[in-house]
Structure formats: C-alpha cells, structure tokens
C-alpha cells in the first residue's frame, strides 16, 4: 500500500465492494468515529493506518490484503441519539432518520441528510465491521449497538458489530460536563457566563454560517434548521441568549451528566452481547498522594495547561454536589484488582447492588477481588447502608484531564457486567495474542494506560512511540477477534 495515499481513509469515503467478499470474518472494514467536536477525520488523525497494518503473519503468507479503515462524520456536538442515527446511515446509507418519537419530544425534524449508498451498503451479521471510537465516539458506539438490539432499525441485530474498541470514553458520565456549565442540581440547564455557555454560543453561529464553512468543519444541524438560509438574525439572537439545543437532553453536554449515563443503563444501554468482542483503552494522568485516594495530575501534564486545570478540577471534583446524587455514591460497586487476561472470580450474586432483574440475562455478574481499602457499607443492614455515601475509590479521583477513570472501563458498573482489567506501559508485548490469548466475546478487555491524557494515542497524528505501539496492537487486536471468531463459527458448523 501507498502510505502517502490517505484518499480512502478520508470522512465517509466508500470502502470498495469488492472488500470482505471472500471471508466474512477476515479483514472486516474498521468504521472510525471521532469524538466531541471531532470533524477533521484523517486530516488529523495521520498516518497510523501503516502501523496497524504491520503483521509478521502478512510477510509470512505474502499477503497484501488490507483492512479497509473509514471515518464516519456524525454531528460533533450532537446528542448520542443524533449521532447514532447518523452512524448507521453513514453506514447503510439513506436519509437520517431520527425517529418520530424522538424527534417530536425533542423539537427537531424526523428526518436529516441523505447519506447516498453509504460506507459499506452491505453492513449486516454475515458482513459486520469493527469499530472504534475515541471519547464519546465510543459512547456513541454503544448507542448504536443498543439501538441495532432493540429494533430502532429495521432488520438490524447487535452482531453487525464485530468488535468495539474504545478510547477514554465517558461511558458513565463526566464531572467535566458539570464543571464547564451544566447545572449540579438541574441538568440540562446551564450556567450563564460559563466556558459551556460561550462554546454554545460558538456553535450557534458556526451553524450559522455553516453553507460557508469547509466540508471537515461539518455540524450537521439540517434538523435543527440553524443556518442563514432557515432562521433569522432575530432568532439566532435568541438562541445565543439561551440556547433551545444546548439547553436540552438532546445534546452532548447533557449525555455526559451522571445522571443520562445512568438513565440509559436503567433501560438497559450498554451491556455486552455474545456476538461482539469488546475493548477499552483507559487514560490516566494523575498519580495517587501519599496520603489516600486524593489524586493530582501529574507535571507533565502542564505541557497542555487546560488539561492540568481539568484535571486537578476533576480529581477533586464532590459528586455529592450533583443532584439527584449518581447512585454510585452509594452503591456497593467494586474494584476489579488487575488480573491477568484470562483470571475471573466468579462472586456471589448477592454481593452486587444491581436488582437481578434489571441485569440483562445475557450477562453473568462477577467481580474480582479489591486490592485497596476503602469504607464499605454496613452488610448487616443493607437497606440503611444504601443511604450512607461511601468513601470512593481512587477510581473516581484518577483521571484523564477530561474522564474519570471508572467511566472510561466500560458501561455498567464492573459488578454489573463481565470485564478484565490489565494495565500497560504498551510496547512490553507486541501484540493482542502476547497479551490475553483468544480474546473473548461478550467481555470488556479493559487496558489502562497510565501517564496517558485524553489526547495521547488521538486524534493529533505525532507519530509517537506511543501511538505507534497503540495501532500496532489495534491491528492485531482485530486480527485476534477475527480467528477467534472464524474458530468459532467453525465450532459451530462441527455441532
Ligand atoms: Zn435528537
Ligand atoms: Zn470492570
């Protein structure tokens, strides 16, 4: 492969029909999604695609077949629910539709833009892909995946999804959102005069002027009717005094609440399916005090000054300013210690907060074993124990300048649904097979990257050492999903 040429890889260019035609389960096309105010694609995100591309195996086989990798645009600032519509027509192709229901109790048009033939017209359970999504783009992800399972499109199923690989995403919310305007105590509302308030203000008139802006600056507002050509000056006054969009649960600053994160898993949102091989990268960029689960970020950090400050602001964050308060202040969640890849203790049932009803069937509750100290509720009396906030765990002080890291494992709480976790410095080991063996479906592989912020291994392309080894293992994660699936269907066929 030409490595200059990035022309296939560039925002919703069409992966070639001949792609995945002889092996469903080989060199699946890999669907990128960026995240909160991502548009620019592989104009920033570089030239990793050569690195996820190297394989021993290739050189050994004298293979050239190569995954296909896409970017997918959704509406940078849009809701999960907007953006996941807009993946999937991306995707499949046809016009965008967000739902009568949704889009009536949310003041928006029923239908978007026209997405023409889409990315992979083929997309389906004999053809599914892979992907990847950096910050909400693996919110967004999971959004899809729980739409595809519930019967929001027609003739979808959760299997489309191969695998899912996750970067810092903030799957049960952030205290950023709070932190840059939305309201503690009356989310969606925001504070007047705060950092949130001004960038909606930015938005609105980019919006605005959007039939004048470049394609890799895209809003995709046309439901919202926000350009010169749908709504006066007088009405985009208004919307900059106080904004209908931002203002609302139809928007991301709304998403990242804890209280939408947990909304969402009430009604079953992110839990894992047997048919698709889950991953997550979790950044962190603090380290522990001496004295106890207090964490501060650490001095390289102050190379990105903002994310210092977000990050010493997040690490000391009171989640029991937020009301109504995250039931994980409560809850007797618990901490996986780091395991090797294949080590799961199976725990008693009883032990996890979550009603049996509301875990789905397809999962089985487990947890590991908790290596640090921490204040737990009373079991004698576990009624009054739910009502006494427990001291945290370093979990939700430790963060990536912009995620804490509890959020960015996986949706559900670990005791709620089936998860590994590992920490690495990457590069020790070469590959995915090196780390884990045969990956396992229905099953988050969580990876924590210690000294890493929200922007180390993405979106800017800086060639690092670092993200060098991340692509070389994204590769070969794939790959391992791949034969593990392909053994799979085989085992399968032999019954
Ligand atoms: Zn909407
Ligand atoms: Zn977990």
Redesign the pocket.
Known sequence: MDTTDLSHNLIDAQIPSTTNSDSALSLCPLVIVEGFFGTAGALLWGKFEEYMHLDERDEKSGSTARRQVVFASVGPVSSLHDRACELYYAIKGGVVDYGEAHSSANNHKRFGRDRGAGLYPQWSTTHPIHMLGHSIGGSTIIKLQHMLATGFFPDAHPDMILSISSISSPFRGTQLSYILGERLTSAPSVRPLSLGSLFTKVVHVLSYVSPFLPTWLDFHTESRSMSLYETSVLELCGQLWKSDWAESRDATPFDVTFGAAEEREGEGEGRVWGGTWYRSWAAVCTKKSDDGFAHAPILATLLLPPMYICSKLLASFDYTAVKPTPSFIFANETT?RHTSPNEVIITDESTTTVPPSTIPPNIIPHNTTIPISRSQPEKEDPERAALIPRVLGEEYHANDGVVPLFSQ??PLA?SA?R?T?EETTLGEKSTADDRGGVPEPGR?H?VTLNDAHHLSLVPLWLKSRRQREFWVEVGGWLRSVEAAAAASERDNAGR
Do not use: A, G, L
């Open positions: 996986p494992w996986h670990c649904t998860c976790h988050w969580v």
